[in-house]
């Protein structure tokens, strides 16, 4: 078990030019999830897969980003035409298919810092 | 998803036991409390998950009173690998994603 898995790490870009991150989650979770994340500020919910279906997506994810997880395994998440505002840490989860007890906890990768210049 | 309320920031030194109280009025009765910590420049970790009463683990103490309306996280003698930013959630069994808040911000000092 490597955990999540996110690259790159950092990355610096120009507005309007297009950025694409990739999330490797954990090899027996089902479940991934991309998250935002600003200075001083708690994630916020971007999307989420159950395998390779894309169940839930936040009103945060405008037209310019779009998800993907073919065949159930890696996921990437593509910016288009990036602004200025979209300067955050895009962080990947995964989780297990489900709990016997408790609710399900939830396994972060460290993050992809993205500047937009 | 139940609504958290919990300090903005907290202060400490090494050594000393450190009390995190998080409120959650309207809890729901499918929500866990469930507790994350986050370095600066990495993703949430998970420390510790509870219903009610006590759950214990080799990172910290979660206390849970009967009513639910609020919990407290319990780090007994911290060190300064401990400034971190934790964070409180109520979590149902068949939630769909987290919702975070701001978190509360822990500064340990030598």
């Known amino acids: 078990d490597t955990g999540v898995s996110q690259d790159p790490r950092h990355k610096i870009t120009k507005r309007g030019q297009n950025v694409t991150f990739r999330c490797d989650p954990i090899?027996?979770?089902?479940?991934l999830y991309w998250y935002r994340q600003t200075l001083g500020q708690g994630p916020e919910f971007l999307t989420y897969?159950?395998?390779?279906?894309?169940?839930?997506k936040s009103r945060l994810l405008s037209d310019r980003f779009s998800a993907e997880r073919p065949k159930g395994s890696f996921s990437t998440l593509e910016i288009q035409r990036t602004e200025q505002g979209d300067s955050a840490m895009y962080l990947c989860?995964?989780?297990?298919?489900?709990?016997?007890?408790?609710?399900?906890?939830?396994?972060f990768g460290a993050g992809s810092r993205l500047t937009v210049l | 998803l139940a609504k958290t309320t919990q300090p903005i920031s907290m202060d400490s030194y090494e050594g000393q036991e450190v009390n995190i109280t998080c409120s959650h009025n309207?809890?729901?009765?499918?929500?866990?409390i469930t507790w994350y910590q986050q370095f600066p420049s990495q993703g949430p970790r998970f420390i510790i998950q509870?219903?009610?009463t006590k759950v214990t683990n080799e990172v910290a103490s979660l206390f849970i009173p009967a009513d639910r309306k609020s919990s407290t996280l319990s780090l007994p003698r911290v060190s300064l690998s401990d400034t971190a930013v934790y964070y409180c959630?109520?979590?149902?069994?068949?939630?769909?994603?987290?919702?975070f808040g701001t978190g509360t911000r822990l500064l340990v000092s030598p």
């Open positions: 897969f159950q395998n390779e279906a894309q169940l839930e």
């Open positions: 309207n809890i729901a009765t499918n929500d866990y």
């Open positions: 090899s027996e979770h089902n479940r």
């Open positions: 989860a995964s989780s297990r298919p489900g709990s016997t007890s408790g609710a399900n906890v939830l396994t």
């Open positions: 959630l109520g979590v149902s069994t068949g939630f769909q994603k987290l919702v």
């Open positions: 509870g219903y009610k």
